[in-house]
């Protein structure tokens, strides 16, 4: 069963850290998320695995996954917890580079064109990662609901997806811990 307060306690004690950052998005930023110190801690990935099959809820797709390496623990965890529920569910990892081997794709993973998928990612600030794992998985012909992040910074991402056509769902948000988003989203 998801723990929303365990999960605030674990991101509190071991990911959340404040100071001077540059974000992938290339924003600076005055606090940063490191959701690898969640992701690839054995309870931590569990209250992800409960909390984002919580979330999908009855409408369940054929797959999960998005860019790797992040979002590999995260994809594991959950399929473990939906392996423990007896719930159907694949995984699937989106490539920063195509192999230049085999069969040279960006997706890897038991998935086929067509399936319904949700592109999972541990922190959300403009969506840029995820958005770049969404082209991807529609190149190969998934069908992309939306996103799933452990946390929105709440500066553009949710825009960013909805412009296209995607929804954003989060475990947490900035305002979770007493942060106010340092832009307002447009």
Do not use: C
Not at 51 to 58: K, Q
Not at 83 to 108: A, N, Q, S, T
Not at 111 to 126: K, M, P, Q, Y
């Amino acid at each position: 069963m998801y723990d929303k307060n365990a999960l605030m306690t674990l991101v509190r004690e071991k990911a959340l850290k404040f100071g001077d950052f540059t974000l992938v998005s290339g924003k600076k930023a005055s606090y940063y998320l490191d959701g690898k110190q969640i992701t690839l801690d054995a309870s931590g990935a569990r209250i992800l695995g409960e909390g984002i099959l919580d979330l999908l809820g009855d409408h369940l797709p054929a797959a999960v996954g998005g860019m790797s390496i992040g979002a590999d623990p995260i994809t594991a965890a959950v399929l473990t917890v939906a392996g423990i529920r007896e719930v159907p569910l694949r995984g699937f990892m989106v490539r920063k580079e195509p192999k230049g081997h085999g069969l040279e794709r960006y997706i890897e993973g038991p998935v086929r064109a067509g399936d319904r998928v949700v592109i999972l990612e541990d922190v959300v600030t403009t969506g840029g990662s995820s958005l770049l794992a969404i082209e991807r998985a529609a190149q190969f012909g998934l069908q992309v609901d939306g996103v799933i992040a452990i946390i929105d910074r709440l500066e553009g991402g949710e825009a960013a997806f909805l412009e296209r056509g995607y929804w954003l769902k989060s475990l947490l948000t900035v305002q979770d811990f007493g942060i106010e988003p340092t832009e307002t989203p447009a």
